[in-house]
């Protein structure tokens, strides 16, 4: 059970960094693709970083990190 909380965190972090980088470019280059997708990134950024959290308190609660 602690690798699937273990890989769920992995894949949410790489989720939270791609989102995170595809909006700063987005946002310094500016145009169509900021003003119809930047919305979208946003919003997936934060889904993966709350993501990230509940992985990690699951993984740390079931004894994953600490024991």
Do not use: E, H
Not at 17 to 46: C, E, P, W
């Amino acid at each position: 059970m602690n690798t699937i909380f273990l890989i769920l965190t992995g894949v949410f972090l790489i989720g939270t960094l791609v989102s995170m980088l595809v909006g700063a470019f987005a946002m310094g280059r500016g145009g169509i693709f900021n003003d119809k997708y930047g919305n979208l990134l946003m919003r997936a950024r934060t889904v993966c970083q709350a993501g990230t959290v509940i992985s990690l308190l699951l993984l740390f609660f079931t004894g994953g990190i600490g024991n």
